[in-house]
């Protein structure tokens, strides 16, 4: 026994029990993996993609993230119910929904007229693309000329159509200005392109730094614009007074140089004379978008500088002639005790301080300066509190 059991190594015998080890484990795995398999379920896209071809089209989609069962409902049943309803994209979009509820578009829907849905801005749930790509952005000019063909003709020719066409993705086309899914009528208020919003608007680009330094496009315009006359009474509410658009035009935006542009020196006077009736060749004189210190004629310089001098010097020295009278006579009424001499009668009534015509002369000096004051301060200081405090005071607010 002894030499039987020592024929066979121990090298060997561990060998013989690793093989059958191994096939002992594969007996039991391979079984367990095939009822796994059979257990799990078909994927809910492969199913649908076996008669539906739009799997293929909803890869390359925005939403290709998305599952069937995701907009589809009781779609597991076959054959689907013939009044399945429909998916909504409001379901998902919640927030684009209630903007374009209020928008122009929104609005002629309920009414029973032509305007646009989802489908027909962004395409098919299967096949729309990210907002977000260049793509879908060069496309939204086409898209609103469907029904715009007018406005777009316009835009195609303007300084920001040809800049989109060259490829400039920065350049503004229709929802940047108008808003997308909330766009309003020029008219309404709240619209970003109504008078009250348009500066803000053009700002966006023009009053960007990052953008005028990229393309050299000038960077005072927006604060140019805000200390001109036109800025300062728009601040304080005015909707009449000029805008960019009013100036530059809408779409049909052009540089002041290309002779059809309504800012060319040649069409001043006929675009200054829309609000300035009679306006003549002398406007095209004078600088429009016109920064403090910058470009200023010597004439204008020593007159800004010389009232600058002159109106503080003024009120400060009758603020000190009048407050030392006023020191003078309580130190002496108060402290010193010293009676003030009363004239008699007969020389009070021979005396006779200003003549009637002097009186006329400093109540017109008075109400004029007041008037000057008050005009100047609403506008000037337009964003304060107290100035719309005095617009309202005057019946003046929102006019």
Request: charged share 15%.
């Amino acid at each position: 026994m002894r030499n039987s059991f020592s024929a066979v190594s121990l090298p060997a015998l561990s060998g013989v029990i690793a093989d059958q080890l191994k096939s002992l484990t594969l007996i039991i795995l391979v079984p367990c993996l095939f009822l796994a398999a059979a257990a799990m379920p078909v994927h809910a896209e492969d199913t649908c993609t076996s008669c539906h071809d739009q799997g293929q089209k909803l890869a390359k989609s925005a939403h290709s993230s998305l599952a069937c069962s995701t907009c589809h409902v009781k779609h597991e049943e076959y054959p689907h119910p013939a009044k399945t309803p429909k998916p909504v994209c409001t379901d998902c979009h919640t927030q684009q929904g209630a903007d374009y509820d209020l928008s122009v578009h929104g609005q002629a829907a309920k009414k029973g007229g032509a305007a646009p849905d989802c489908s027909l801005c962004h395409g098919s749930a299967h096949e729309l693309l990210n907002p977000k790509v260049s793509a879908f952005r060069t496309a939204v000019i086409d898209t609103c000329a469907m029904c715009h063909t007018d406005v777009v003709g316009q835009y195609r020719k303007s300084v920001h159509g040809k800049a989109l066409a060259a490829g400039i993705m920065q350049a503004p086309l229709c929802t940047d200005c108008h808003g997308e899914h909330r766009i309003l009528s020029h008219s309404n208020q709240n619209s970003s392109v109504s008078a009250g919003h348009i500066r803000d608007t053009c700002g966006n680009c023009h009053g960007n730094v990052t953008l005028a330094s990229k393309f050299g496009l000038p960077k005072d315009r927006l604060v140019s614009f805000d200390a001109s006359f036109h800025g300062l009474a728009a601040k304080a509410g005015n909707e009449t007074v000029a805008n960019c658009s009013s100036c530059h035009g809408i779409h049909n935006i052009l540089p002041s140089d290309d002779p059809l542009s309504s800012t060319n020196s040649k069409k001043l006077a006929q675009t200054c004379g829309k609000c300035h009736e009679g306006a003549g060749k002398r406007f095209a004189i004078t600088p429009v978008h016109l920064v403090e210190g910058q470009a200023e004629a010597p004439a204008v310089r020593m007159v800004r500088e010389f009232y600058l001098l002159v109106i503080p010097l003024t009120i400060g020295l009758m603020l000190l002639h009048n407050g030392g009278d006023w020191l003078r006579k309580l130190i002496r009424s108060r402290f010193l005790r010293r009676p003030v001499a009363r004239m008699s009668q007969s020389t009070a009534a021979r005396e006779v301080r200003m003549l009637p015509f002097e009186r006329v002369q400093h109540a017109l000096l008075v109400i004029s300066f007041v008037a000057l004051v008050w005009t100047g301060f609403v506008v000037l200081a337009a964003g304060l509190v107290i100035a719309g405090i005095a617009l309202i005071v005057t019946g003046a607010n929102g006019v």
